[in-house]
């Protein structure tokens, strides 16, 4: 990613940064807040709600009975990042930032700095086979209507994807060539997920589960005076029925696959997770592929990786992680890494 280039500026020489219009956070909150369900799971409070196109779900142990201010702090904080960050939104800051491509820099707040870095670290953490610049390869694909693109197609998209072509500074971003787009969903969700972990703490709560879509982070011991939290991996044979338990006390697992998104046709199955590097859907026989971290965006990153470079490479990337254990599911077998075991609930 380079730091500075010439691009049209002020007649002092330096760059035009333009500011964002501000993004549509009331209607998504007005959603959110509409789907948000507050009750009883056992001992914790138990609150759900649909956003960033999935099931979200967080328990919690609330201090001093403030379980329904900290269930709207969520939300909120929630609903805001969706309207700041996805590119389904017409006016979110990751669509004008893309509608801007070719153009003059946009402006960044801290948090939306922090998350341009965090995809720096994913492109370096999965050396380049995750790519936030991606977008114009993804767009070229229908999976609900089953639409492939032609080689023509992807020949045109290939010269707008790579992130070193990324113009990041301080506080601004630009995107150098027209067409070019950036898609924050390979560490937004999962970096939320630690962002509400970190809300809680500030909260005074000391046990909590946050799980958006299977992307899984908890802190302190459950409610319930259970020794640890155990963690079901979802089957990708038979969706919604887990194949196995984790048993965690502090960490995070995140599940990356294709099992649910994708079509087939000529025999072939084309699904949802696209190799940059190629402009086509990954075909190295993973179904899906968990991976257990410290953190949910690291977990998140490499789970998806792994699912891309197949069962050999990514174990191999797992192994050479540190602190990283996890599994890859194939129609053949499972492949794990060397300690994935002792996580395994017996």
């Not at 960033?52 to 709207?72: E, I, K, L, Y």
């Not at 402009?279 to 410290?294: E, K, N, T, W, Y």
């Not at 499972?334 to 002792?342: A, D």
Request: hydrophobic content about 40%; aromatic content about 6%.
């Amino acid at each position: 990613m380079t730091s500075l280039h010439h691009n049209p500026g002020r007649m002092d020489g330096s760059p035009t940064v333009i500011p964002p219009r501000p993004w549509p956070v009331a209607s998504v909150l007005e959603r959110v807040r509409g789907s948000a369900r507050l009750g009883m799971h056992g001992h914790a409070h138990e609150l759900t709600f649909g956003a960033m196109g999935t099931n979200c779900r967080v328990q919690f142990a609330s201090p001093g009975g403030n379980a329904r201010r900290v269930a709207d702090a969520v939300v909120e904080w929630v609903a805001g990042f969706e309207a700041k960050y996805s590119r389904f939104i017409d006016d979110s800051l990751a669509s004008q930032i893309n509608a801007a491509a070719g153009g003059p820099w946009m402006a960044l707040d801290a948090e939306a700095d922090r998350l341009v870095t965090l995809c720096d670290q994913l492109v370096f953490m999965t050396r380049g086979i995750l790519d936030p610049t991606a977008l114009p390869l993804i767009r070229l694909w229908d999976w609900k209507k089953a639409r492939i693109p032609t080689d023509d197609e992807v020949a045109a998209a290939m010269p707008l994807v790579g992130w070193r072509q990324v113009q990041h500074a301080p506080g601004r971003i630009r995107l150098p060539l027209p067409g070019m787009a950036l898609d924050f969903g390979g560490v937004g969700k999962e970096f939320a997920v630690d962002q509400v972990i970190l809300l809680l703490a500030r909260a005074g709560v000391t046990s909590a589960l946050v799980d958006f879509g299977a992307d899984v982070r908890v802190i302190g011991l459950p409610a319930d005076g259970r020794p640890a939290w155990k963690i079901g991996l979802d089957d990708p044979l038979n969706p919604g029925t887990p194949w196995t338990h984790l048993v965690l006390r502090e960490g995070a697992v995140a599940t990356s696959g294709d099992y649910v998104r994708g079509f087939e046709a000529g025999g072939r199955r084309y699904g949802h997770i696209v190799d940059p590097r190629t402009g086509r859907p990954v075909d190295q026989g993973v179904l899906a592929a968990s991976v257990f971290a410290p953190s949910c965006t690291q977990a998140g990153m490499l789970s998806t990786a792994a699912c891309v470079l197949g069962p050999v490479e990514g174990r191999r990337l797992l192994e050479s992680s540190p602190g990283i254990h996890g599994c890859i599911v194939t129609r053949k077998g499972t492949v794990t890494t060397s300690r994935f075991h002792e996580y395994v609930s017996t």
